[in-house]
């Protein structure tokens, strides 16, 4: 019996290295990666996701953005390898993707927030959809890739 405890045990700190030291093929984090999909209504997503919000005490993340955005790709694989700030994330927002691309600018429905000077882009919401923030996620950005720790910053400065 003491030998199946320490089995366990040992096994849970292998599994717990694993997904916070092991690095994830891109493959991987692409395949799990959540599309920006032109045919979706992003104003029935942001109705759904108050729903939800107001239900768990999250506020909402408009993720603007587009499958031609290097960026958008970048930012979702940053995300995905980083499991303490996809689990912040999670557990603190609810994420809508919003199409922005030739075939669904999304224009009627992004015309009620401020203009986007570059992709992707954020808006934060409140719990009951009430706009809050916009937030160049520019600001984030380190070399070819994002920064770690600004981005908990902002994740940890706008959840409720």
């Known amino acids: 019996m003491k030998r199946v405890g320490i089995f366990v045990g040992v096994l849970f700190v292998l599994a717990e290295g694993l997904t916070s030291q092991t690095a994830i093929p891109d493959s991987v984090l692409e395949a799990q990666r959540v599309k920006f999909d032109a045919?979706?209504?992003?104003?029935?997503?942001?109705k759904a996701a108050v729903v939800?919000?107001?239900?768990?005490?999250k506020r909402i993340i408009?993720?603007?953005?587009?499958?031609?955005?290097?960026?958008?790709?970048?930012?979702d694989k940053f995300l995905a390898?980083?499991?303490?700030?996809?689990?912040?994330?999670?557990?603190?927002?609810?994420?809508v993707k919003v199409n922005y691309?030739?075939?669904?600018?999304?224009?009627?429905?992004?015309?009620?927030?401020?203009?986007?000077?570059?992709?992707?882009h954020f808006f934060v919401l409140a719990p009951d959809g009430k706009f809050?923030?916009?937030?160049?996620?520019?600001?984030?950005?380190?070399?070819?890739?994002?920064?770690h720790d600004k981005i908990l910053k902002f994740?940890?400065?706008?959840?409720l």
């Open 132 to 147: 809050l923030l916009s937030q160049s996620t520019g600001d984030f950005e380190a070399g070819k890739g994002y920064d």
């Open 62 to 75: 408009l993720d603007v953005g587009g499958e031609w955005c290097s960026w958008c790709h970048k930012l």
């Open 52 to 57: 939800t919000a107001t239900k768990e005490k």
């Open 155 to 159: 994740l940890k400065t706008w959840s």
């Open 39 to 46: 045919a979706r209504n992003p104003a029935s997503d942001v």
């Open 101 to 120: 691309s030739k075939e669904n600018k999304n224009e009627e429905f992004l015309k009620q927030y401020p203009e986007i000077d570059g992709y992707p």
């Open 81 to 95: 390898a980083h499991s303490d700030l996809d689990e912040y994330l999670s557990l603190h927002f609810v994420v």
